[in-house]
């Protein structure tokens, strides 16, 4: 009963971490693929509207050049922009060292590849995959 209980314990604890929360404007136009994708990754995905993204992201230290529309919040990460969801699910199961998330800036949506960027704490950035 006592490790029954821990892993129940355990996945909720594992769940709750799941949580991700989309940050965008009231005029933002994300496609609703993206958002199903993004529950592939998370347990819930809450939109939240915002008058003011950019102050949000100048906090979090999202570099102006790799900048989008949204910006999504998920435990200790951000995911700027519509990031492919191989992209996010490479990038948590890696956790590179340093590494605050993933942008895919707003220049790169229409194109095939898509060009990633990682972000790290210090506000630097580089390229993280093609998706």
């Known amino acids: 009963m006592k490790i029954l209980a821990f892993c129940l314990l355990t996945v909720s604890l594992f769940a709750s971490d799941l949580k991700l929360q989309v940050f965008q404007p009231p005029t933002s136009t994300c496609p609703k693929s993206w958002f199903t994708d993004m529950k592939k990754v998370a347990n819930e995905v809450d939109i939240i509207t915002v ?5 949000l992201k100048r906090q979090i230290g999202i570099p102006y050049d790799i900048q989008s529309c949204n910006t999504s919040i998920m435990g200790d990460y951000v995911f700027e922009g519509n990031v492919p ?22 220049y790169e949506n229409d194109k095939t590849p898509k060009t990633v960027y ?4 210090n506000k630097s950035y580089k390229e993280y995959g093609k998706y």
Do not use: R
């Open 51 to 55: 008058m003011n993204v950019k102050n």
């Open 85 to 106: 969801y191989q992209a996010i699910k490479d990038f948590l199961k890696e956790k590179p060292k340093n590494a605050i998330g993933l942008s895919l800036p707003a």
């Open 118 to 121: 990682i972000l790290f704490e």
